[in-house]
């Protein structure tokens, strides 16, 4: 398949209570991107990375991977490409133990043992967490947690990264060990985040959604170094481009 676009085109979404999230985003994002989502709280970027994934669905426009629109239909071979780390890692941890977690996806996709246990230790080597791979994830640190949610979207070995406030609560070792991560992982990765110098670092491009529509979509350097934009949405210039 071609899996060389992320798409969304005039996408609206309204939750059943009435809260307008997403007013009208169109992106289209290429396959190798590397993508952030900022905007304040409640801006909408969690809401669409649902979309993305198909956990939601569009009361209007189309979100697109590839050349597939996201539709209950097309839900597995969405979910065979796009993998989606949670900002709670405890939304994605729920066996007896670590290894049996980042196996479970590769497991389902009905993979072989041995291949089930190379995915595994590929994963968790990659997030450093190889020597807690007998351990019960809810017995870990945030940090470690936070590794073992991304392994086991790693084990599924997806074209399509997507990270809701990755680097969220974590100590500056752990931080870094994300970012690192990020850089090296050389598919499309989407990353929403309120930390703007990890985006910095790791994002060529930025999409700031602001009240559930893009108020801008550029370089990532021209976007987190523009003030006035950044403050009319919310926000503030990452630290390191702080005056003081
Ligand atoms: N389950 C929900 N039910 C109703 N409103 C929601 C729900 N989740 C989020 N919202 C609302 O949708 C808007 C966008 O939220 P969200 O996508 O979580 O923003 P962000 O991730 O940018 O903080 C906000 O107004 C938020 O209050
Ligand atoms: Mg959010």
Do not use: W
Not at 203 to 228: F, K, W
Request: proline fraction near 5%; aromatic fraction near 4%.
């Amino acid at each position: 398949m071609s899996h060389h676009l992320t798409e969304a085109r005039d996408v609206r979404f309204t939750y059943p209570d009435g809260t307008r999230a997403l007013d009208g985003v169109t992106f289209r994002i290429g396959h190798g991107e590397s993508v952030g989502v900022i905007g304040a709280n409640g801006a909408g970027k969690s809401t669409l990375l649902l979309l993305l994934l198909g956990v939601l669905f569009a009361d209007s426009g189309e979100v697109r991977v590839g050349d597939v629109a996201v539709t209950k239909r097309t839900l597995p071979h969405i979910r065979e490409h796009v993998g989606m780390v949670f900002q709670d890692p405890d939304d994605q941890l729920f066996m007896g133990t670590v290894f049996d977690d980042v196996a479970f996806g590769p497991r389902n996709l009905g993979l072989d043992e041995p291949e089930v246990a190379r995915r595994v230790a590929d994963a968790l080597d990659t997030v450093g967490i190889a020597h807690l791979r007998d351990r019960a994830p809810f017995r870990l640190s945030g940090g470690e947690k936070r590794a073992a949610g991304i392994a086991t979207v790693l084990s599924m070995e997806p074209d399509i990264l997507v990270l809701d406030e990755p680097t969220a609560g974590l100590d500056p070792r752990a931080r870094r060990r994300v970012i690192d991560l990020l850089r090296g992982f050389d598919h499309t990765r989407i990353v929403t985040s309120h930390d703007l110098d990890m985006v910095l670092d790791v994002c060529d491009r930025v999409i700031v959604l602001s009240a559930g529509r893009v108020a801008a979509d550029g370089p990532a350097a021209t976007i987190l170094r523009d003030e006035a934009l950044l403050a009319a949405c919310g926000l503030e210039l990452p630290l390191s481009l702080q005056k003081r």
